[in-house]
């Protein structure tokens, strides 16, 4: 059901996929790269995995028996796991994009994909998240910036009084916002601040997340006067 543990050092990967051809074909060359790999072949044994392994990222299908990989992705989020998931999916519909992103998805790659572009997303996941820890450490634990605090050892953040809930990558846009009060970033800046990688496609990922926490942190969406657009540039934190 899933790889021999290896080396507690090396990183830890989870792959979730119905498919047995794929799903070894992954751990084959995810274990060759120097990854302690497990697998799952269904939604109830990989969200099981997640739980019990604590793995550094989740290579998750998204059409799978049992549970969806956007019911995995979900389940993990409300269990307040941070750990990177790659979506695949087999559709490049945006719908099914946007689903996965909506569900707590760090990344996604279309299917058929080269093993190659899947290594680097996973490579790229993982030193996003040695950096985040990183900045964490010699960062201050704690951003004020009016009525808004953000913790980043509790991952909590407070809005006028009011307890604010994010998804992980949601925290990560606010907190290196209002790391910065007042800078303007353009969205390939976001992209690569706070995503890790050269994101493959289009920046609609950061409007997204832009528009998800507005409706969460500004009294007035339609209005924003916290997060604001700085027209033919990108967004801004204000204070």
């Not at 060759?32 to 790999?37: L, P, S």
């Not at 995995?49 to 989020?77: H, I, N, Q």
Request: with cysteine.
């Amino acid at each position: 059901m899933f790889g021999n543990s290896q080396s507690a050092s090396k990183p830890k990967i989870l792959v979730v996929e119905d498919d047995r051809t794929l799903r070894e074909a992954l751990r084959y060359n995810l274990v060759a790269e120097g990854y302690v790999v497990f697998v799952a072949e269904d939604g109830g044994d990989g969200l099981f995995m997640a739980r019990k392994e604590d793995p550094d990222v989740v290579v998750l299908d998204l059409m799978l028996p049992t549970l969806s990989g956007t019911e995995v992705c979900k389940a993990l989020r409300r269990d307040g796991s941070i750990v990177p998931v790659i979506m695949l999916t087999a559709r490049d519909a945006e719908v099914d994009r946007i689903g996965g992103l909506e569900a707590g998805a760090d990344d996604y790659v279309t299917k058929p994909f080269s093993m190659r572009e899947l290594l680097a997303r996973v490579a790229s996941q993982i030193r996003r998240m040695v950096m985040l820890k990183t900045v964490s450490v010699v960062s201050e634990p704690s951003i004020d910036l009016g009525d808004l605090h953000i913790n980043r050892d509790m991952h909590s953040v407070v809005v006028r009084g009011k307890d604010i809930e994010l998804r992980p990558r949601e925290f990560d846009l606010l907190a290196h916002l209002a790391s910065n009060p007042g800078r303007v970033y353009t969205r390939d800046q976001l992209l690569q601040d706070v995503w890790g990688f050269e994101y493959v496609g289009d920046t609609r990922t950061v409007d997204v997340h832009v528009r998800w926490l507005r409706i969460k942190i500004e009294e007035n969406p339609a209005r924003p006067a916290l997060l604001t657009t700085v027209r033919g540039v990108g967004y801004r934190l204000n204070f």
